[in-house]
């Protein structure tokens, strides 16, 4: 069955050094994958999106990468503030056939030490 | 900035009862959907609804639950007769085309008692 897995476990990261999250999926083949930001009891933010035919998108501080082989996407917060803590996620169209709903992963909560 | 808006933020029923969820999209956004999420877990896909017609539904979205947009403008999500189990945060979503990122609401607590 398909599969998202995300580092569930809180990811604990010093003020202005890099978060580095990981989403990897099984028995998918997905056109594209986004990373969402999420605050305790309110709706997703959309970040990033990546194409299947794209390696690497950046905006800003955040950086995802996209690696169909290994089934991996990297979501990167570069010179990180307390202000990024919040649970992130990784999301995939649900069947992986063209359809539209998004398939999210669990989310991995990161917290910023000032 | 627009944004997705959802009424009401908190709902009280009780089970067998039947609710409306409320959704008012973006304006250009052609392409509109239902999650829901259960206190602590993930974010689960419901249904899609693109053209006045559902485009996509997941095998949580059975008879219990119906989607509409009656007028145009709100996108509604009807559950006709609550169980305990349907408790959770329901998100509507839209987008301006397929495969392109959604823009999440509020979120409606539901509570079935």
């Known amino acids: 069955s398909q599969k998202i897995e995300q580092n569930s476990e809180a990811l604990n990261i010093q003020e202005g050094k890099t978060a580095t999250l990981t989403c990897n999926y099984t028995n998918y083949s997905p056109a594209y994958l986004q990373w969402y930001r999420q605050d305790p009891g309110r709706g997703p933010v959309f970040l990033l999106l990546?194409?299947?035919?794209?390696k690497e998108k950046r905006k800003e501080r955040l950086k995802v990468t996209f690696d169909t082989t290994l089934k991996q996407s990297l979501f990167h917060i570069t010179a990180s503030q307390p202000a990024d803590s919040a649970t992130y996620l990784c999301?995939?169209?649900?069947?992986?056939?063209?359809?539209?709903?998004?398939?999210f992963g669990k989310g991995t909560h990161l917290i910023i030490q000032p | 900035e627009p944004e997705v808006t959802q009424t009401p933020s908190h709902q009280v029923t009780q089970m067998g009862q039947e609710v409306i969820l409320r959704c008012v999209p973006i304006?250009?956004?052609?392409?509109f959907y239902w999650y829901r999420q259960i206190l602590g877990q993930k974010v689960e896909f419901l249904v899609s609804f693109y053209n006045n017609e559902i485009s996509e539904k997941s095998e949580i979205f059975d008879d219990q639950f119906s989607v509409e947009r009656p007028d145009g403008s709100n996108f509604t999500l009807k559950i006709r007769s609550t169980k305990l189990e349907d408790s959770a945060m329901y998100f509507c979503?839209?987008?301006?085309?397929?495969?392109?990122?959604?823009?999440f609401g509020p979120g409606t607590r539901l509570t079935v008692t």
């Open positions: 979503a839209t987008g301006r085309d397929r495969g392109l990122e959604q823009y």
């Open positions: 999301a995939l169209e649900a069947s992986g056939g063209g359809a539209d709903g998004l398939t």
């Open positions: 990546i194409r299947e035919n794209e």
């Open positions: 304006s250009n956004h052609l392409y």
